[in-house]
């Protein structure tokens, strides 16, 4: 497989207080959505104080040769109007004809029924549906000062789902999954509302840093659901909890700058997941907390193996990784750090509390290699490429 990825990076240095401006404008290719073009920009405003920045905001828009559509404006504030803590106010449109769906559990075959033409096989194991959707997370700290830094996590994330092409040609394919599709059998209509979920929860944060932490953790518990009171289409609970932790190997030389970066790292990460009730699938593919991450298969949880190819209520997940900055130079005043990693992911996906699957023991595994890019210290390129040998689709990007 050959994977070309093009990037122009396009920035202004940033005073100690003032704003600053970092764009990437991207052709890529994702072994889930083809080949991609769009680009991300933020806007950094800096007080001179408050690290790594006090607002930023992005503005994100992807459209794929495979029709997925994935535009959005973020708003991240550390000390919102003078308050100690963080928030995080997200708007976004996500569209796809392009959706994996397997079926629910750990042992899906992906497999489209004999006897069918090229084209029902090809859609068989695949979904359509449109998705705007509106996430708002506020974290006051209870204590502000790391090591750590305790916070309060109280947040609502809903989304209106519509089944569907909102640009196909006939009305029925404008409002319905795709015909004789296994989603369609599974769902027929398809999963139509909208999802309303608030959740709330607790943070300990002892990172050295955000952007690429050398050493500490990061911990999180949550409790979420949704129901018709809170105005959603369905009724569920879940919780989640997470584990991060970061360990510096390799330390810059002695004869560096007094304030080099360490250089190794081993990150680590675990969590567990559970939902009880009946979700729709977008929410059983996905994990709960402050990321709101597509598990199991993707670009985040399970890389290597196809976005939701791993679908369910019950998700337990283990991730490390070896980092390694290599080198960093300066250009147009703007610093660029370079560096690898060698990643794997490792997960078991339960289709229910009261029902694991048919193999309750069977571990989905990946592994991959990375280039890491940081820009400025705030601002993250990575391009990841996974195998996994529960993926029979050859090697993810």
């Not at 991300?40 to 503005?59: C, F, K, N, Q, S």
Request: with cysteine; net charge negative; glycine share 10%.
């Amino acid at each position: 497989m050959i994977v070309v990825v093009v990037a122009t990076l396009v920035a202004c240095a940033p005073p100690p207080a003032g704003f600053g401006f970092a764009a990437v404008p991207t052709a890529t290719f994702d072994t889930d959505e083809g080949f991609g073009t769009g680009g991300v920009a933020t806007i950094y405003h800096y007080d001179g104080a408050t690290e790594p920045y006090r607002d930023a905001v992005t503005l994100n828009v992807f459209i794929s040769s495979k029709l997925v559509q994935s535009h959005g404006v973020t708003w991240d504030a550390l000390r919102p109007f003078d308050v100690d803590g963080r928030l995080y106010v997200r708007l976004g449109y996500y569209s796809t004809v392009s959706e994996n769906y397997c079926g629910v559990g750990n042992d899906v075959t992906c497999a489209s029924p004999a006897n069918t033409s090229d084209e029902a096989a090809r859609r068989f194991t695949l979904m359509r549906f449109i998705k705007p959707y509106a996430t708002v997370i506020a974290r006051p700290w209870l204590r502000a000062d790391k090591p750590y830094r305790v916070e309060l996590m109280l947040g609502w994330r809903g989304f209106l789902l519509e089944p569907g092409d909102l640009f196909a040609a006939n009305a029925v394919d404008r409002a319905s999954p795709y015909p004789s599709s296994l989603y369609a059998r599974d769902f027929p209509g398809g999963e139509q509302g909208f999802e309303s979920v608030p959740f709330v929860g607790a943070i300990v944060d002892d990172r050295d840093d955000e952007t690429f932490p050398a050493r500490g953790l990061y911990a999180e518990a949550s409790v979420r659901g949704a129901h018709p009171v809170v105005g959603s289409s369905w009724t569920w609970a879940g919780a989640n909890a997470q584990l991060a932790s970061y360990f510096t190997l390799l330390s810059a030389p002695p004869d560096s700058a007094p304030n080099a970066d360490p250089r190794v790292v081993l990150a680590t990460r675990v969590i567990g997941d559970v939902i009880v009730g009946d979700p729709p699938v977008v929410d059983m593919a996905r994990i709960g907390g402050t990321v709101d991450a597509i598990s199991f298969g993707g670009a985040q949880l399970g890389r290597g193996i196809r976005e939701e190819r791993y679908v369910g209520r019950v998700k337990a997940i283990a991730q490390a990784e070896l980092r390694a900055q290599l080198f960093d130079h300066v250009v147009l005043d703007q610093e660029l750090d370079h560096g690898v990693a060698a990643f794997s992911d490792v997960g078991f996906i339960g289709t229910s509390v009261d029902d694991l699957g048919a193999r309750p023991l069977k571990l989905l595994s990946t592994v991959g290699v990375s280039y890491r890019l940081l820009w400025n210290k705030t601002f993250a390129i990575r391009a990841d490429l996974a195998v996994s040998p529960d993926e029979d689709d050859g090697p993810g990007f």
